[in-house]
C-alpha cells in the first residue's frame, strides 16, 4: 500500500527557508486523483493545515502562511516538498505530508499519513 | 476565516458511549471527517464524508453532520481509544478543529 516519508534537515536557523521533502513509495505521486498535502503540529498545540498541490501541479495554501510557502512536485523521484521561508521559533513543530483523497462534492480526507518529522528552529 | 469548534476534553467510562462534537456555521453544508491522534503517532482517518468509515477502522466509530454540528460517537468506549480527536472540513482551505482530548475512565 501506499507509504509517505518525510525527510529534511531537524534544526533551522531563524530567517532561514525550511525545506523538507516526502517520499512515496508503492504507488505512483501521478496516478490517481490526489492532492498531496503538509501539516504540522507545534508541540501542546492542534494540527495546522498548511497546503497541498494537486497531481497536475496546482497548489492550494493556508492564506495564514501562503506569503511564506511554496509546495512542489516532483513526478520523476515520486516526492513532493515543502519550502517554508523566513522561519521563526513559532514554526517550530512536527510536519507531516499526507495523500488527501477527494470527491464530487467538495468532500476531502488525508488518508495516508507519514510519521512525520520533528523541525526545530533555532539558532 | 471558517472555523471549526471541539470541546477541548471529553471523558467516558469504559464500555459507555462518547460523543465528540464539531461546530461551525453552516457545517452541515459541508463534508465533515475525523482523525484520532494519538501522542507520537500520525493521525489516523477514522470517519470521512461525515459518516463513513475506512477500512480496518472498528464499527464502534460513527459520525454525524447537521445543522452547524458534526459528531463523532464512539460506543463501547476502550481504554485503546483514549487519543485526541480532531474534525476537518474544506472552505476554500483545509480546516481543522482545535482537537478534543478523550480520557477513558
Known sequence: ?123 | SYELTQPPSVSVSPGQTASITCSGDKLGDKYVCWYQKKAGQSPVLVIYQDTKRPSGIPERFSGSNSGSTATLTISGTQPMDEAEYYCQAWDSRTVFGGGTKLTVL
Open chain 1, 1 to 123: 500500500q501506499v507509504q509517505l516519508q518525510e525527510s529534511g534537515p531537524g534544526l533551522v536557523k531563524p530567517s532561514q527557508t525550511l525545506s523538507l521533502t516526502c517520499t512515496v513509495s508503492g504507488g505512483s505521486i501521478s496516478s490517481g486523483s490526489y492532492y498531496w498535502s503538509w501539516i504540522r503540529q507545534p508541540a501542546g498545540k492542534g494540527l495546522e493545515w498548511i497546503g497541498r498541490i494537486y497531481t497536475t501541479g496546482g497548489t492550494n495554501y493556508n492564506p495564514s502562511l501562503k506569503s511564506r510557502v511554496t509546495i512542489s512536485l516532483d513526478t520523476s523521484k515520486n516526492q513532493f516538498s515543502l519550502n517554508l521561508s523566513s522561519v521563526t521559533a513559532a514554526d517550530t513543530a512536527v510536519y507531516y505530508c499526507a495523500r488527501d483523497s477527494w470527491g464530487i462534492g467538495n468532500y476531502y480526507y488525508m488518508d495516508v499519513w507519514g510519521k512525520g518529522t520533528t523541525v526545530t528552529v533555532s539558532s
